[in-house]
T-cell receptor, first 112, second 114 residues
Framework: QQQVKQSPQSLIVQKGGISIINCAYENTAFDYFPWYQQFPGKGPALLIAIRPDVSEKKEGRFTISFNKSAKQFSLHIMDSQPGDSATYFCAAVETSYGKLTFGQGTILTVHP | ETGVTQSPTHLIKTRGQQVTLRCSSQSGHNTVSWYQQALGQGPQFIFQYYREEENGRGNFPPRFSGLQFPNYSSELNVNALELDDSALYLC?????????????FGPGTRLTVL
């Protein structure tokens, strides 16, 4: 059962452009939504996270938008840079259990 | 502050063999979670250890087992290896298992089963 669906699978953006990755979840018990960035040969690293009582959270060039009624959330990367090229995973957590349920991942390529 | 470390980096086994993977948690963290990441997929939760006890398990068969030691380091053991067990195995450590406590991932162990 795929509890967190992520799209697109891959994304190519020009330097300076906006990258947008979308996720949808099914389990209404999820109450914490982190995004992870993974470079080749490395483990995932937390990028930014949001709780469902907030509709948007911004940290630098990274913004999460959250739509609780639609059970959807998205990551926007403004002014995308070649160094942002990586695989991005959305995830969802039931905080009472503490386990991460990941989406399938999006491979982002930012061309110079 | 030392981050999460895992050993070995790479491992090649044959079907039916057994394997042990190791993880040292980050300083100050007493919770370790293990994830399996197949090629091109997101990590899948295997199980979590908190204070040396299993504290939640994902949809993995009993041949996947683990241990946590008093120093909070952990082992993942897989018996009777199958070809589909080939994956990157990730360990993540955190403070007590509240879902909002950030999980810090190690670089993973790449297991290949032939």
């Amino acid at each position: 059962q795929q509890q967190v669906k992520q799209s697109p699978q891959s994304l190519i953006v020009q330097k300076g452009g906006i990258s947008i990755i979308n996720c949808a979840y099914e389990n209404t018990a999820f109450d914490y939504f982190p995004w992870y960035q993974q470079f080749p040969g490395k483990g995932p690293a937390l990028l930014i996270a949001i709780r469902p009582d907030v509709s948007e959270k911004k940290e630098g060039r990274f913004t999460i938008s959250f739509n609780k009624s639609a059970k959807q959330f998205s990551l926007h990367i403004m002014d995308s840079q070649p160094g942002d090229s990586a695989t991005y995973f959305c995830a969802a957590v039931e905080t009472s259990y503490g386990k991460l349920t990941f989406g399938q991942g999006t491979i982002l390529t930012v061309h110079p | 502050e030392t981050g999460v470390t895992q050993s070995p980096t790479h491992l090649i086994k044959t079907r039916g063999q057994q394997v042990t993977l190791r993880c040292s948690s980050q300083s100050g963290h007493n919770t370790v979670s293990w994830y399996q990441q197949a090629l091109g997929q997101g990590p899948q939760f295997i199980f979590q250890y908190y204070r040396e006890e299993e504290n939640g398990r994902g949809n993995f068969p009993p041949r996947f087992s683990g241990l946590q030691f008093p120093n909070y380091s952990s082992e993942l053991n897989v018996n009777a290896l199958e070809l589909d067990d080939s994956a990157l195995y990730l360990c993540a450590s955190s403070k007590p298992p509240s879902g909002s406590n950030e999980q810090f991932f190690g670089p993973g162990t790449r297991l290949t089963v032939l």
